[in-house]
């Protein structure tokens, strides 16, 4: 048996995957959720082979869930969901489907062909897909817990090995990405790459002073100081109108 959770905020969309489940006897629904947290937690406890992901949620999105998963906890993940700018990439990263609302049972019949044939997701891909949105805040685990930051609230983001340190107003937390990916995600106009291993919320800069021969130091409101490269400097030149 196939073990499943459908995970979408619109109880009738949850009914009509059931109905349309009930033609294939070899998929159980072991549970059902209606935001981001719960099925977080129902997937951590349940550990199934299969989601139906709906993408746009209360509390937090399907791609930010996914983000939070462990790589060896991901299931095979099916995206049913109104929104089709993702469905491409969705495809490229290894997303079993991607059904598009209203979708027939003939629709919902072919993705359960493709379900034996597919390769599951890997954080990358999960990772590459959650790129092509935009992001006004980061959502992490911390201590277990579920944590939420705004991006009004991020002083900068340091690169450590395969880690980003997110400096903030609370205190200093990581999560397993890369910077690059926050380079896609944040809001251009605010989050600047400064250095290979630092990008910072222009927001908090008060002032830049030369640093050796080509390179700068950007002074934050907190103290802080950072490396500023010279590709760095011209970026926040730019921004900045300096």
Known sequence: ???????????????????YLALHSDIEVIGECNDGFRALKMITD???????????????????????????????????????????????NNAVDYLLKPYSQERFDQAMVRLRNQ??????????????????RIVL?????????????IRFLEADDDYVKIHCADGVFMKKITLKHYE????????????????????????????????HIAILTSGEKLQV????????KEVLGI
């Open 141 to 153: 685990r911390d201590n277990g817990q579920i944590k939420i930051i705004a991006h009004k609230d």
């Open 1 to 19: 048996m196939i073990r499943a959770i459908i995970i979408d905020d619109e109880p009738l969309a949850i009914s009509v995957t059931k109905e």
């Open 46 to 92: 349940l550990k199934p082979d299969l989601i139906f992901l709906d993408v746009q949620m209360p509390k937090i999105t399907g791609l930010e869930m996914l983000e939070l998963i462990d790589e060896d906890e991901l299931p095979a993940i099916i995206f049913t969901t109104a929104f089709e700018e993702y469905a491409i990439k969705a495809f490229e």
């Open 229 to 236: 490269s010279k590709s760095g400097y011209q970026l926040l």
């Open 119 to 136: 390769p599951r997701m890997k954080q990358d891909d999960v990772q590459e897909l959650s790129a092509t949105q935009t992001s006004n």
């Open 184 to 215: 896609n995600v944040l809001p251009s106009e605010l989050f600047i790459r400064i250095h290979r291993s630092f990008m910072a919320n222009v927001n908090y800069i008060t002032r830049i002073e030369p640093y050796e021969k080509t390179s």
